[in-house]
């Protein structure tokens, strides 16, 4: 059975004008073109839908009972209709992030505020989870993009460059580093260092950058705005990437840049290889890459 919409508004039309001149027109054809459309739908069906006479058209048993199923199809179809175009033209959706936390947190909330005021409709799930958490949802279609700090190319995922993000000392304003005229390594060595785990991108950074060297750690965190509560309270320094330094705003706290060679994050958008974008998650993936952070200026001070 092949039945289309515009059969099915052809029959309604006779069914509420019981005149074959008058839902032609309505059905903006030619009373003939409209009489094959209607004995074409009965042919398909296999039924008299409608009793004809001069006078009058009516309903069959069959008519009657034909009409609540075709308004219902008509009905779903026009909803289904409309979903599309509505999807199409971002009045509505669902887009699913998957972020580091430090940016999650600190840059993030800005760009997700200017997505949605300007398409309110589209609902928005995020997670700050760590790097090997955020691909592993994409890659389980729990989440639609990601950003983290490990490439990872695959047959069914692809990754690109999404920024690089400099890493800074953070001390206390009075502690001798803050304003030593050059920071060097071994000087850094030197101190006590609050860490964040081994699980952490930022553990796993600075490490690569450092080795064959050992920093002493005094402590080691899961969460960067504890490490600044360490940091103030003087129980060590820390070193952190610049997208994280919103957590070290404070008084008693100085951020210096590290200019040490190697030391340098990449962020990476992870998405599906084999999948297309949903028109929703295409606007986000735009909007992500049109307000990606800037490089961090290499010489910028803060609190010294």
């Known amino acids: 059975m092949n039945l289309s919409t515009r059969q099915l508004r052809a029959f309604l039309h006779l069914v509420e004008e019981r005149s074959f001149t008058r839902a032609a027109t309505l059905s903006h054809l030619s009373q003939p073109a409209f009489s094959a459309l209607i004995r074409s739908l009965e042919d398909e069906l296999g039924v008299r839908l409608f009793d004809r ?28 209709w409309t ?32 997505f949605h005021a300007q398409w309110p409709g589209i609902q928005l799930d995020v997670a700050d989870v760590l790097s090997e958490d955020c691909i592993e949802r994409v890659r389980s279609g729990r989440a639609d993009l990601a950003l983290a700090a490990t490439r990872v190319d695959t047959p069914e995922l692809r990754t690109e460059l999404f920024c690089t993000d400099d890493f800074h000392l953070v001390c206390r304003r009075d502690h001798p580093l803050a304003t030593q005229p050059q920071l060097r390594l071994a000087d850094i060595a030197a101190h006590p260092m609050i860490q964040l785990s081994r699980s952490s991108s930022v553990r796993q950074y600075v490490e690569a950058a450092i ?94």
Not at 274 to 288: G, I, K, N, P, T
């Open 211 to 304: 080795h064959p060297l050992q920093l002493n750690t005094m402590m080691e965190l899961d969460q960067l705005s504890t490490v600044a509560g360490m940091v103030r309270a003087g129980l060590g320094i820390s070193v952190v990437p610049a997208l994280t330094l919103f957590h070290f705003e404070h008084p008693q706290l100085a951020t210096r840049p590290l200019p040490l060679r190697g030391l340098k994050r990449q962020i990476f958008l992870v998405r599906r290889r084999d999948r297309s974008l949903s028109v929703a998650a295409q606007a986000m993936y735009e909007q992500l890459m049109a307000l990606r952070p800037r490089q961090t200026a290499p010489n910028r001070r803060r609190g010294a």
């Open 53 to 80: 006479t001069t006078r009058s058209v009516e309903l069959t048993a069959e008519g009657r009972a034909f009409e609540a199923a075709a308004r219902r199809v008509l009905r779903e179809a026009e909803d289904a």
């Open 83 to 114: 979903d599309v175009r509505q999807l199409a033209a971002r009045q509505r959706g669902r887009v699913a992030l998957a972020v580091l936390p430090a940016l999650a947190a600190g840059w993030l909330p800005q760009v997700l505020a200017r």
